[in-house]
């Protein structure tokens, strides 16, 4: 079971880590309104922060939650947390950050996507819930996709490097999609990291819905010296 933690930054430049539930018990003006950190869930805890602004990672084993305005490091928290992926030979390429600011441009530019020749269009459900960090029973999608004919694209997000654990994640959001909202309509699982690992391309060479992608940053400076009238 996941436990749902709130990463800050110290003022000495680290990182400050709590309980979620216990952080929220202490500074009662973050507590989302209508609800109680004793009695609801931690799931309804982490909807009700996500509508005001909070952005969130989750991973196989915790949620990280990070306040509105908290510019955190990516390898500061994997660090602190202990984490590692595998070797990554493309040091020196441009990656985001955080997987919110993946999650972020991707969502926002998804339009511009052709994925097996199809264009894609952010999904919505019928309460108005768009498909960026999609609540299911299973976790949340990174974003949901839709086609013009119906059927449904499961984005997993990496920022840096894809590993095989990867394959497991998106093949349950899928499996979930499928079951409920996505019936008779093809299921499609685009797996996006800035570098795909060998053991990535092992566990979805098997998996004919799954495709990999890597991305790359393009950071360019335009020269404006247009004069303002």
Do not use: C
């Amino acid at each position: 079971m996941a436990r749902f933690i709130v990463v800050k930054t110290s003022s000495e430049g680290g990182l400050d880590i709590h309980p979620m539930k216990e952080w929220l018990r202490l500074h009662t003006d973050s507590i989302p309104a209508n609800m109680d950190p004793t009695l609801s869930t931690s799931r309804q805890l982490l909807s009700g922060l996500k509508r005001n602004g909070w952005k969130f990672e989750e991973t196989d084993s915790e949620v990280r939650l990070f306040p509105p305005g908290e510019a955190v490091d990516e390898v500061l928290v994997k660090a602190v947390l202990g984490e590692s992926d595998e070797p990554n030979d493309s040091e020196g390429n441009q990656a985001f950050g955080l997987e919110v600011q993946l999650r972020d441009f991707l969502a926002g530019n998804i339009e511009s996507l052709v994925i097996n020749g199809n264009r894609l269009h952010l999904y919505v459900d019928p309460t108005g819930q768009d498909g960026v960090e999609f609540p299911t029973a299973v976790g949340f999608i990174d974003v949901l996709g839709i086609d013009d004919d119906g059927n449904f694209y499961v984005f997993e997000l990496k920022r840096d490097v894809g590993s095989d654990r990867v394959v497991g994640q998106i093949a349950r959001y899928m499996g979930w999609v499928q079951s409920t909202i996505g019936k008779k309509k093809k299921m499609h699982g685009i797996i996006v990291a800035k570098q795909i690992g060998k053991k990535l391309r092992y566990a979805a060479s098997i998996i004919p819905s799954v495709s990999l992608y890597e991305y790359q940053v393009d950071f360019q400076l335009n020269e404006s010296n247009d004069i303002l009238s």
